[in-house]
């Protein structure tokens, strides 16, 4: 490897064909509106972008060869470190995967868990979500800080649930590591409580103001058709239209039990990707209201499950969740020793970036960074 | 989906793409996630019929991966009987018979498929190479779903699969000059680090064989 190789070459012009110039510039990898390592090569005509081709692998360390030489349990920890801002989610695609693949039964104390952590999870990453977007468009700060001061309220949740902020590394294969401190519940139900009060400011905040509008409406179109055939999921699907929620299609866990809607988008630009994060954190609430109420007593985890020399049956088993950031599934192939012959992540960051060039061309510059931000990808993830 | 669901599906492909080769894999595991085998000479078009047929629809392919199955040796031990020369002359008698062979070398690539439309799925394709090293093409789906783009690319990049008819594969998370497969089960690390010679026998031993010249010489210490 030549050390030179990895260096984004600088600005440089392109002739043209009609003998005016091109400019290319390389944003990233450490620009900060890519949240984190992540680089595009972007020509330029004038302000106006005639190509995009987005680099990967700053953070690779090949997550699913590691994964293929430890044991089953043993790639939940380095699950946390995907996507590291929604953990929990993780840990439970994960599980999913693991369970589909060796016929194990979750208790329902478990479960309701699971749905807790997970909402709350996607609360706090959608409240990022919106601040870091605002802080592309440059309301530097305050919206930022107002978001992560909610965050802080749910991670301190987690820390006291798992001992840890953001690596969790809480579910097990048949349930979680262990059970909801005495407590718990009635912290997390004030939590919970007082959100909608700072979904109130923060909407009236932003959701009305006139540079906001001016900057994300009709920018990043996605059309439902291409966002369709370009596998894109999560909110910046339904940004356009598609009503398909993975919580109400496949139900996993046990979420037929809880009523809730899914906010759809009529647009499919940035405006409406945005509208989406606030909208489904109220449906988030909603969810998390009734589970609070209903969480039964009984066991935390499947006692038949086993957690040493664990070795499921051979075969193969694809699971998949609704992630905050959309689909993500985890596909398995066992053959019968204790490591997995296949580990596959399927990651929403990347496959959400299959079409940045397409929402960028013919917009300004400017627009590349709020497109990029209203996708919302962890580069954890997306490089793996 | 079942066995006899997949079985229909398997007539429906074979009757509206003539002479598509495609077989069942079944998968013994809880999941019963079962899978469709097809020819690479009739991928695209079965491809084409799945995303298209109006009961199907299958709009949205969401993971796409790879998997390295190089030979190996299997054996297996069965019971049978035999006649055995015994004192008074011949018996049928139990005897253990172990029977030896090699699995062919290949790779794979698994599509899972699901309709957004109905919201039925998965259904699971999988394609394979005629072997590891020169045979290694199969077809692109590039042009039947837009999320083949860059998870055909990730495949090339780390098992070494070419995809016939993708407009841009290139190497994804490997930068480009990297010449080897990291995902295949025979990679090997390249020896290219420097190694701190911390206590661990293992980090000793390579370190040795890293930098042979540097080994300190007897009584020179």
């Known amino acids: 490897m030549s050390a030179t190789a990895m260096l984004p070459p600088a600005a440089m012009l392109l002739d043209s064909e009609e003998g005016s110039q091109y400019l290319e510039i390389s944003m990233g990898p450490h620009h900060p509106s890519t949240h984190g390592v992540f680089r595009m090569n972007v020509v330029l005509d004038g302000e106006t972008v005639i190509k995009l081709k987005p680099v990967f692998g700053y953070l690779h360390r090949n997550h699913e060869k590691i994964a293929e030489n430890e044991t089953y349990l043993g790639s939940m920890p380095y699950t946390d470190r995907l996507d590291y801002f929604c953990s929990l989610t993780n840990n439970w695609g994960y599980a999913l995967a693991v369970e589909k693949l060796a016929g194990i039964e979750v208790p329902e104390r478990a479960e309701y868990i699971r749905v807790i952590t997970a909402e709350l999870t996607r609360l706090q990453n959608h409240a990022s979500l919106v601040g870091f977007l605002m802080q592309d468009m440059g309301a530097s700060g305050t919206p930022l800080m107002y978001a992560f001061r909610e965050r802080e309220k749910i991670l301190d949740l987690f820390e006291a649930l798992t001992g840890a902020r953001m690596m969790c590394n809480y579910m097990r294969f048949g349930g979680c590591r262990c059970d909801l401190p005495a407590g718990w519940l009635d912290w997390a139900k004030k939590v919970v409580a007082s959100f909608p009060k700072f979904l109130d400011e923060f909407e009236t905040l932003l959701v009305g103001n006139e540079i906001i509008m001016a900057r994300t409406q009709g920018v990043g179109v996605l059309s439902r058709e291409l966002a369709i055939s370009a596998g894109i999921t999560g909110p910046m699907l339904r940004a356009s239209g598609v009503n398909y929620d993975l919580r109400k299609v496949d139900k996993y866990g046990i979420y037929d039990r809880f009523s809730f809607r899914v906010p759809l988008g009529d647009h499919g630009d940035v405006y409406d990707r945005y509208m989406m994060r606030l909208l489904e954190m109220r449906e988030s609430l909603k969810i998390l209201d009734q589970a609070m109420k209903d969480i039964p007593e009984g066991p935390f985890t499947d006692p038949k499950t086993k957690v040493r020399n664990f070795r499921p049956k051979p075969g193969e088993a694809y699971g998949r969740i609704e992630a905050p950031k959309g689909e993500l599934g985890y596909y398995l192939i066992s053959d019968g020793s204790p490591n997995p012959y296949r580990y596959r992540v399927r990651p929403p960051s990347l496959i959400n970036l299959t079409v940045l060039e397409d929402m960028c061309l013919g917009k300004n510059v400017a627009d590349v960074v709020v497109t990029l931000g209203s996708i919302d990808i962890v580069l954890g993830e997306v490089d793996r | ?221």
């Open chain 2, 1 to 221: 989906m079942t066995l006899e669901a997949l079985a229909d599906l398997k007539i429906e492909i074979e009757k509206n793409v003539p002479g598509a080769v495609v077989e069942i894999i079944t998968n013994p595991s809880v999941s019963a996630q079962h899978s469709l085998l097809i020819d690479n000479a009739h991928g695209l078009a079965v491809a084409m019929f799945l995303r298209d047929a109006p009961e199907l629809k299958l709009d949205y392919c969401s993971n796409v991966t790879g998997i390295d199955w190089p030979a190996r040796e299997m054996s297996e031990k069965t019971k049978v009987k035999k006649m055995v020369e015994g004192p008074d002359g011949p018996v049928e008698k139990d005897v253990d018979e172990v029977r030896k062979w090699t699995t062919p070398a290949y790779l794979e690539v698994v599509y899972h498929l699901y309709s957004m439309t109905l919201g039925t799925g998965p259904v699971i394709l999988r394609l394979r190479t005629g072997d590891r090293g020169e045979n290694v093409q199969v077809p692109s789906f590039f042009s039947v779903w837009r999320s083949c783009d860059l998870q055909e690319r990730e495949v090339y990049d780390l098992y070494g699969m070419i995809f016939e008819g993708h407009p841009d594969l290139r190497r994804l998370l490997m930068w480009d000059e990297f010449t080897d497969w990291p995902m295949r089960r025979d990679y090997v690390d390249p020896d290219d680090y420097e190694y701190e010679p911390t206590a661990h026998d293992d980090v000793l031993k390579r370190a040795k064989v890293h930098y042979p010249a540097a080994a300190p010489t007897e009584g020179n210490a």
